[in-house]
């Protein structure tokens, strides 16, 4: 009898983990659900924050935020804008993948232009990049705009035949 057959102990512990590990796999899209919406609300509270008094907003990236490149007026409207705009995209889960790249790359240049940023204010930082980059990577699953354009375009694609 082999150490992996059905009625085995191995065997058994074997199909217990594939169960489990089915049953987590069905969490997968709430869980980037979740990623998605809890990223999204973080940059767009950002954004609300910049557009409630301009003034400051521009004085702060003149003063403190330190973007490579471009002026300051101009910075702060890219910057608010993208805030406003991408996790809009990451929250319906339309065109994920883009809104997911744009604010991680944005985060980047956050954490490296602002010099005095605090460390625990880096570690939510590196917090929301590990969250962007895994949806980033795995797409922003089931519960999403993109899964359900996809899905159409694929029944529009087999009742086309």
């Known amino acids: 009898m082999s150490a992996l057959a059905p009625n085995s102990f191995f065997g058994r512990l074997g199909a217990l983990y594939c169960a489990a590990a089915r049953q987590i796999d069905t969490l997968q899209p709430l869980l ?3 990623f998605r919406i809890y990223v999204a609300r973080v940059f767009f509270m950002s954004g609300l924050t910049k557009i409630h008094d301009w003034s400051i907003t521009v004085a702060l990236f003149t003063d403190e935020y330190h973007v490579p490149v471009l002026p300051p007026a101009i910075a702060a409207l890219m910057g ?3 805030e406003l ?3 809009a995209l990451l929250a319906f889960g ?3 993948r883009f809104g997911a790249f744009v604010l991680f790359f944005f985060n980047i240049v956050a954490v490296v232009s ?3 940023l605090p460390d ?3 570690k939510d930082h590196y917090l929301w990049g590990v969250l962007i980059l895994v949806v980033l990577v795995f797409g922003p699953g089931k519960i999403s705009l993109d899964h359900w354009l996809e899905s ?3 029944q ?3 009742l086309s035949r």
Do not use: G, I
Request: proline share 4%.
């Open 152 to 154: 159409r375009r694929s």
């Open 94 to 96: 339309l065109a994920t």
């Open 85 to 87: 705009s991408m996790p």
């Open 156 to 158: 529009r694609r087999l």
């Open 80 to 82: 608010t804008a993208t």
């Open 120 to 122: 625990v204010a880096v």
């Open 114 to 116: 602002y010099a005095s």
């Open 32 to 34: 980037l659900l979740a």
